[in-house]
């Protein structure tokens, strides 16, 4: 039994036809604690479904989702979300939507103790000079990164990031993966990020697993990224073990694709094929 285990996980919703469609189809994963686990895949196959799950949002229809061998029920603050759209209280500053979150999940903390542990997650995500700033006041990488402050700072047993950076510019989003790199060199914390970008899989994470193109979508083979850490955006791109790991995970999701019996093989979205932020300078 790994850290967190998918065991064949399979979830459908309604369609509008009144039928039901299954988006999930026997899903499988194993993860090790301490591990940063990517899984990629194409718009709409699933992604967010398999998270909600392990978010504890959403039930599997068959199968279960198991962190340190416990079956997940519901939502915890084991395990915190960030999502693609920034989460925060407009009325409260970084520091306060912390603090909130900090004071719920450690009432038993003194509360110094509680806002010197608030401090040191802002100023981990680089924002001790704008604790005291509103939502408004705020750029959107900023925002995303006081949630990635809070979803640290409740020291969840996994963190979950479903695409946490898809709302921002090429820019932005290039930074912030920076800073998720130099904050896991840091915080050795379980991390499960999906998103659609296969550079950015192969940039900060450990291992990267497709999940095949949907309907019916499954969990593929895990693709292990053997480049040594620290990663840096511009050297990799010249990275033959980049290139190969690329083409390899991108064939196997076109693969995905045209295997699928379905009228609609080549969904209208595909993953990114390096037209991503990865060599472009932060
Ligand atoms: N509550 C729901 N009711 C009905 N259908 C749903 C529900 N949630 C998701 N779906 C459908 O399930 C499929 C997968 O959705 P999901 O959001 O998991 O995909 P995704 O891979 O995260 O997409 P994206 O990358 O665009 O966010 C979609 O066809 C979606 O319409």
Not at 258 to 271: F, G, I, L, S, T
Request: charged share 25%.
């Amino acid at each position: 039994m790994s850290y967190l285990n998918l065991n064949g996980v399979s979830k459908g919703f309604r369609s509008a036809s009144g039928g039901r469609t299954e988006v999930l189809h026997d899903a499988w994963l194993s993860m090790e604690r301490g591990e940063f686990v990517a899984v990629v895949g194409f718009s709409g196959a699933g992604k967010t479904t398999l998270m909600n799950m392990v978010a504890g949002l959403a039930t599997p229809d068959s199968g279960t989702v198991q962190l340190e061998g416990e079956t997940i029920t519901g939502p915890g603050p084991d395990r915190m979300l960030v999502f693609q759209n920034y989460s925060l209280l407009p009325w409260m500053t970084a520091f306060e939507n912390v603090k909130l979150a900090v004071d719920q999940v450690f009432p038993q903390w003194d509360n110094k103790w509680r806002r010197e542990h608030t401090e040191n997650y802002l100023k981990m995500v680089s924002l001790g000079h704008a604790m005291d700033r509103k939502p408004s006041q705020l750029s959107g990488g900023m925002r995303q990164r006081v949630c990635v402050a809070r979803a640290l700072a409740c020291e969840p047993r996994i963190l979950l990031l479903d695409e946490p950076f898809g709302a921002l510019d090429a820019l932005t989003r290039g930074t912030l993966q920076d800073e998720l790199m130099k904050i896991r060199s840091q915080d050795d914390r379980t991390i499960l990020m999906i998103t659609n970008d296969v550079d950015e899989a192969i940039l900060v994470a450990d291992r990267i697993i497709p999940l095949t193109a949907g309907p019916r979508a499954t969990l593929g083979p895990s693709f292990t990224v053997d480049i040594e850490r620290p990663r840096d955006r511009k050297e990799i791109n010249h990275d033959s073990r980049f290139k190969k790991l690329r083409k390899d995970v991108n064939d196997f999701l076109l693969g995905s694709a045209a295997d699928k019996r379905n009228p609609v093989k080549v969904p209208a979205k595909v993953p990114s094929f390096g037209g991503t932020p990865v060599g472009v300078s932060a």
